[in-house]
Every structure is written in structure tokens, then in C-alpha cells.
């Protein structure tokens, strides 16, 4: 069985200081971990993936994460937020094959102030 | 990247009708699609999975008779929601996958209420 958690809730940050979303996972095969960000009433777009390669993946628009198996955690950074980050982000587990549903955790909203 | 279209993006019906939404991948044979569904303010759940050319596979307490789920072709799949009640309203979106890569692309989801 897979699972995530997604520690935060709601994350608030100012404008130009780090971002930081935290992620655990849990599951039996060796995963697949994902980020997607969803802005109000759209779908989700993919910011990043790890899929056993490297383990600090670097995705679009500046993020990225890095897998850390002895935490079993797949936390994502971005030095310096943009007003633009303000979405809800979803961290997913999956196995190996594409062909397998994912496991989406509960979201995290990324709030950026002026 | 790969393209997936939902139709229609939404969709305002009464009580008791069914709607149809469709699921397309546009640029590559999609061997398995997924149908979620998102609560406001809540996480994607997954629905169901399904194969081209087979039955779909649902998720516990999903019930079939209600999603009836159709994939026909590679590029097409079809959930309907028969005889749709408000505590229906939703937001459904679909992802495909055509198996050799990680990913799945999603559509851009549809917005269903039942009034």
C-alpha cells in the first residue's frame, strides 16, 4: 500500500523568501514521487518527478525536491517565492509502472504576501 | 508534452439528468485512463481505471451503475454520470498515461453541478 502525507496544510511566506512544502511518503515497492501545483478552478500541471534517478530533481519555474529514502521524505523548495506560486500543491506517490493510479496527498496551499 | 482535453470544461444540469463528460488524449494512444474527482478545498480521489477495450476497474464505494465509464479507443474515454443528484456536483478530471513513461497527464477538468 502507498500513502502520503502531506505535513502542512497551509503555508504562508512572504515574497522573495524561501519555500518550503513538506512531503512524506510511505510504500512497499520503490516510488515514484511527484509535485503538481493546481491554481484556482484548473487542472494540475506536473512541477517535478523523481523516479529513481537522481535524488535532488530540479523542476519547472525554479522548484525542487529532493528524495531522501532514510526519511522517507520528498520535501520541495524554491529559494525565492513569486507572487504567481500562490496555488494549492499536491504531493503523489505512485509505483513503478505509469500504468498504476496515484496516491494524492490532502494539498498544501501556498499562500505568497506582498 | 503530451495533451489531454476534457469536454465539456463545465456543466449546469438538473436533478436527475445524466451528463456525459469526455476524456481526450490528443497526441498519444493513452493505454490507461483515470477518472478522479475533487471535493472543494479537498485532495483528488481516484474513481476508477480504465484500459482501452476493457470494463473499468472502480475504486471502493464508487458505484458503477452511477459513473458509468467507456473507453472505447486509444484516445477517447467517457465517464457518465447517470441520473445526477446535487451531493454529485463536483469537480472530475481525467488523466491518461500510454504506460512507458512515470507520468500521467491530466486534463483540465470539468465542473458539474446539479441543481
Known amino acids: 500500500a502507498q500513502s502520503v502525507t502531506q505535513l502542512d496544510s497551509h503555508v504562508s511566506v512572504s515574497e522573495g523568501t524561501p519555500v518550503l512544502l513538506r512531503c512524506n511518503y510511505s510504500s512497499s515497492y520503490s516510488p515514484s514521487l511527484f509535485w503538481y501545483v493546481q491554481h484556482p478552478n484548473k487542472g494540475l500541471q506536473l512541477l517535478l518527478k523523481?523516479?529513481?534517478?537522481?535524488?535532488l530533481v530540479k523542476g519547472i519555474n525554479g522548484f525542487e525536491a529532493e528524495f531522501k529514502k532514510s526519511e522517507t521524505s520528498f520535501h520541495l523548495t524554491k529559494p525565492s517565492a513569486h507572487m504567481s506560486d500562490a496555488a494549492e500543491y499536491f504531493c503523489?506517490?505512485?509505483?513503478?509502472?505509469?500504468?498504476?493510479?496515484?496516491?494524492f496527498g490532502k494539498g498544501t496551499r501556498l499562500s505568497v504576501i506582498a | 508534452g503530451a495533451v489531454v482535453s476534457q469536454h465539456p470544461s463545465w456543466v449546469i444540469c438538473k436533478s436527475g439528468t445524466s451528463v456525459k463528460i469526455e476524456c481526450r488524449s490528443l497526441d498519444f494512444q493513452a493505454t490507461t485512463m483515470f477518472w478522479y474527482r475533487q471535493f472543494p478545498k479537498q485532495s483528488l480521489m481516484l474513481m476508477a481505471t480504465?484500459?482501452?477495450?476493457?470494463?473499468?476497474?472502480?475504486e471502493q464505494g464508487v458505484e458503477k451503475d452511477k459513473f458509468l465509464i467507456n473507453h472505447a479507443s486509444l484516445t477517447l474515454s467517457t465517464l457518465t454520470v447517470t441520473s445526477a443528484h446535487p451531493e454529485d456536483s463536483s469537480f472530475y478530471i481525467c488523466s491518461a498515461t500510454g504506460g512507458l513513461a512515470y507520468e500521467q497527464f491530466f486534463g483540465p477538468g470539468t465542473r458539474l453541478t446539479v441543481l
Open positions: 523523481y523516479t529513481s534517478a537522481a535524488t
Open positions: 480504465s484500459n482501452e477495450g476493457s470494463k473499468a476497474t472502480y
Open positions: 503523489v506517490v505512485s509505483s513503478f509502472s505509469g500504468n498504476t493510479p496515484l496516491v
